[in-house]
């Protein structure tokens, strides 16, 4: 069982910038795709961003291209997710996700993922 752990969520401005990391306890994750989704209230949880296991090549939900970003450390054991230029509508729960063997057509997928964090609450509000 892969437990994942993310960290980093807080109340920032609009405009202001924050950093998520995951990590799980058994320094696997570069074994894994890892992706991030968040989930507002009275919302579907959507997808924002993924890097695959190999090659890290990175995907990202049209709303947050250019502002987020997504990336491994140099020792592959945590994911972090650079949010700059943050929206009040960026406000939500957001989760570390990883799975093994997803194929591209399926990485903005949430059912694609086996494994789940218990979410880190981002706020973005004046």
């Known amino acids: 069982q892969v437990q994942l752990v993310e960290s980093g969520g807080e109340l920032v401005q609009p405009g202001g910038s924050l950093r998520l990391s995951c990590a799980n306890s058994?320094?696997?994750?570069?074994?894994?795709?890892v992706g991030w989704f968040r989930q507002a209230p009275g919302e579907e949880r959507e997808f924002v961003a993924a890097i695959r296991r190999t090659g890290g090549h990175t995907y990202y939900a049209d709303s947050v291209k250019g502002r987020f970003t997504i990336s491994r450390d140099n020792a592959k054991t945590t994911v972090s997710l650079q949010m700059n230029m943050l929206k009040p509508e960026d406000t939500a729960v957001y989760y570390c996700a990883a799975g093994g063997g997803i194929i591209l057509s399926s990485i903005r997928n949430s059912h694609a993922y086996n494994y789940w964090g218990q979410g880190t609450q981002v706020t973005v509000s004046s």
């Open positions: 058994e320094d696997t994750l570069s074994a894994y795709t």
